[in-house]
Every structure is written in structure tokens, then in C-alpha cells.
């Protein structure tokens, strides 16, 4: 074999590898495979990365099976799926029906959904949980404060939950609800996942502001 050849085969050989070793962060079936052995994901390739010990600490602490996975905007974007494409994916794959997802992208959205029996209202939670942080950049430490409280307060919700309450029209209702945010001072906003549009209530709204969360 001529060099110019040994050198295309090993450089093909090394890129299978590394596709091999790593995948899609985005890629459902991968998620859901990495949730199934620790509640909190994060991919490697994730520009945001929340303080894994603390929100570790408060799934543990949860009686409610939470999880938590924080993946590229890019790939979830490549995908074509969308976050709430990709969250509803990694739902039905999980398979439990008390369980609440919450989906994290370094491109500052996030959005939460349940089985349909967890007893909470996880969209609901998390629009409140977002609401009262108006006014916070999206650094790591304030993404992980924010999980941890959307952690909590699920799990509060759903302990004082009537028994046997069936949630599933309400939160598949709220699937839409999404909340986009952007590096820098200002506030958390609302937008649609579909759209990402900016909400025109806000100032700055013909466009997304530097500088806050917000769509």
C-alpha cells in the first residue's frame, strides 16, 4: 500500500473511532442511555455546565424520579428535532410515567415535560422557577440554582398532589412553553420553541438581546 494510501486509511480508521467514542450529545437513545446510569447528563461538548455535584445532590434527595441532561443547541439543532422534539423522545424511551425530564441546551433553552403520573406540573414549575430569575444572567451558577429550585419544587408539588392525578393533557398542553436566554446581563424571557420568536412585550423584542435570557 502507497503511503499517501496508509495514511488516508488510518486517518478514516481514526475517524470512525472518534465517532464511535463520541456520539450525538444530542441523539435521544444516547441521552436516555447516560440518564438510565446517572440522573444528570451532561454532554462533553456542552458550552454550559451546571454544578454537577449540587444538582446531583438534589436529584438524590427527590422522592419523584427527576432527570436532568444538558446537550448542545448544536446538535440539537442538527437534528432537526427541536427541544421539545427531542425532549418527547427521551420521555417515551424512559418509559416511566412518574418520571420528570428537564432539557437543557447551551443555547439557553430549557423545557420540561413528565410520563403524564408524576403528580406535578413540570412546564408549570418551570416557567415559575425561570419567572423569578427575571433579572439573572445565564452563567453556570445561576443554571444550576434555577435546576436545583425546578428540582425541588417538582418534587414538593407533587408529594401534596392528589393521588392518582393524570396530568397528561395539561403538560402536553405546555409542551410549547420553551425559555431562551442569552449570555450577558438582563432577564429570563418566554418564547414558543416552534417560533423562537422574541415576545414583543419585552423591550428589545424585534430581535434577540445580547445579554439576557430571554428568546
Not at 432527570?67 to 446538535?75: F, I, K, R
Not at 432537526?80 to 425532549?87: A, F, I, K, R, S
Not at 418527547?88 to 433553552?109: F, K, R, S
Amino acid at each position: 500500500m502507497s503511503a499517501p494510501r496508509r495514511l488516508a486509511s488510518i486517518l478514516l480508521l481514526s475517524a470512525g473511532l472518534l465517532l464511535a467514542a463520541h456520539p450525538a450529545a444530542a441523539d435521544a437513545e444516547q441521552v436516555v442511555a447516560n440518564l438510565r446510569e446517572q440522573r444528570l447528563f451532561i454532554a462533553p461538548e456542552s458550552a454550559v455546565r451546571p454544578d454537577a455535584g449540587a444538582v446531583l445532590a438534589a436529584l438524590d434527595a427527590a422522592a419523584v424520579p427527576t432527570y436532568v441532561a444538558v446537550v448542545p443547541q448544536a446538535d440539537v439543532d442538527a437534528e432537526e428535532l427541536g427541544v421539545d422534539g427531542l425532549l418527547l423522545q427521551i420521555v417515551e424511551q424512559l418509559a416511566e410515567p412518574g418520571a420528570v425530564v428537564l432539557l437543557v441546551t447551551d443555547g439557553q433553552e430549557l423545557q420540561a415535560r413528565d410520563g403524564g403520573r408524576s403528580g406535578a406540573d413540570p412546564s408549570a414549575v418551570l416557567e415559575r422557577v425561570l419567572a423569578s430569575r427575571l433579572d439573572q444572567p445565564f452563567t453556570p451558577a445561576n443554571l444550576t440554582a434555577a435546576v436545583v429550585d425546578f428540582v425541588e419544587q417538582v418534587d414538593q408539588q407533587a408529594q401534596t398532589a392528589p393521588a392518582g392525578r393524570d396530568t397528561t393533557l395539561r403538560t402536553v398542553g405546555l409542551t410549547g412553553l420553551v425559555v431562551v436566554a442569552a449570555l450577558g446581563g438582563g432577564g429570563w424571557l418566554y418564547g414558543r420553541a416552534q417560533r423562537r420568536l422574541p415576545d414583543p412585550s419585552w423591550p428589545g423584542a424585534s430581535g434577540r438581546e445580547e445579554g439576557t435570557m430571554g428568546s
